[in-house]
Antibody, heavy 121, light 113 residues
């Protein structure tokens, strides 16, 4: 069965960086795009970007350009999301979410359990 | 970006009754040449990630109970739960994937009356 298992909660100071991992299993890792979606406390869902695990190409939300980097390690079927220059409004649960078979469609059929990132001085 | 607006923000329905959630997009998400609406619905229970219920506006994801149905086209969409069960208490989100970035509605909280 498809599983996406994320790394644990993080507490960071403003200005620092955080790197969250998402380990995939139960399917061919390089066949499906992986997206990242975040959810601020009590708020809605915000798409952050995606990575193509096959070719390592990425696409990022405009508001996060320059601060977010998504990478992957095909040897461990793991994708990473690094967010730099953290500010208080980056406090959120960060989810990895798999796209469907047709990679050009950006809806999400499997989700990780979420990683809480808290930015506080 | 396409703005997705859901109504109502919260809803209380009696067990066994019908629940209806609406979603409106700021521009059409219908790809005319394919006759497909690029619209998905998710269910999120407390402390859990969202779960895909419906895509293409009306196609149920595998394993989703048939009491959940989606309808609509263009800019106006509806998620209907035909007979509310206790386990359906959750926040429901619509999402367009017609253009990048994909965007979500603000969510509708569904409770038992």
């Amino acid at each position: 069965q498809v599983q996406l298992v994320q790394s644990g909660a993080e507490v960071k100071k403003p200005g620092a960086s955080v790197k969250v991992s998402c380990k995939a299993s139960g399917y061919i890792f390089t066949t499906y795009y992986m997206h990242w979606v975040r959810q601020a406390p009590g708020q809605g869902l915000e798409w952050m970007g995606l990575i193509n695990p096959s070719g390592d190409s990425t696409s990022y939300a405009q508001k996060l350009q320059g601060r977010v980097t998504m990478t992957r390690d095909t040897s461990t079927s793991t994708v990473y999301m690094e967010l730099s220059s953290l500010r208080s409004e980056d406090t959120a649960v960060y989810y990895c979410a798999r796209g469907p078979t047709v990679v050009t469609l950006y809806y999400f059929d499997y989700w990780g359990q979420g990683t809480l990132v808290t930015v506080s001085s | 970006d396409i703005v997705m607006t859901q109504s109502p923000d919260s809803l209380a329905v009696s067990l066994g009754e019908r629940a209806t959630i609406n979603c409106k997009s700021s521009q059409s998400v219908l790809y005319s040449s394919k006759n497909k609406n690029y619209l998905a619905w998710y269910q999120q229970k407390p402390g859990q990630p969202p779960k895909l219920l419906i895509y293409w506006a009306s196609t149920r994801e595998s394993g989703v109970p048939d009491r959940f149905s989606g309808s609509g086209s263009g800019t106006d969409f509806t998620l209907t739960i035909s007979s509310l069960q206790a386990e359906d208490v959750a926040v429901y989100y619509c999402q367009q994937y017609y253009i990048t970035p994909p965007t979500f509605g603000q969510g509708t909280r569904l409770e038992i009356k």
